[in-house]
């Protein structure tokens, strides 16, 4: 197979063009196989160079409210009543460990996202 190391930009973008060589490799082939292997390094390789920040919570919480078209009234099972749907939103009120739990089921947000303390917002 010989596969190496990634270890600079060079053999990142070496192994970015060989994967997207692979990609209609057929899964269980020596094609494959070299893919899944590939893929793993530069997931790692981009891991350590690119570390995603976690996403905040009432954003990632908006987000899957804009991608799945939920209004409050939605999130009511989730969090409570509007009004307490509304604070959390509006960053006046934290998300409770009974919330979080119910959001990561409900939504398939993380829990690392929602545990996050949310990022305050200018005072205006």
Do not use: C
């Not at 590939?38 to 009432?58: G, N, S």
């Not at 009234?73 to 006046?92: Q, T, Y």
């Amino acid at each position: 197979m010989d596969i190496k190391p990634i270890r600079t930009e060079a053999d990142y973008q070496a192994a970015l063009r060989e994967v997207e060589s692979l990609m209609t490799a057929e899964f269980g082939t020596p094609e494959g196989d070299r893919l899944d292997v590939l893929a793993t390094l530069v997931e790692a390789y981009e891991a350590k160079h690119f570390p995603m920040e976690v996403a905040d919570p009432v954003e990632a919480i908006k987000f899957q409210m804009d991608q799945r078209g939920l209004t409050v009234k939605d999130l009511e099972p989730m969090i409570g009543r509007s009004n307490r749907v509304f604070e959390v939103l509006n960053r006046i009120r934290p998300l409770t460990l009974p919330m979080i739990w119910r959001l990561h089921k409900g939504l398939g947000i993380p829990a690392e996202a929602l545990i996050q303390p949310p990022k305050r917002t200018a005072a205006v």
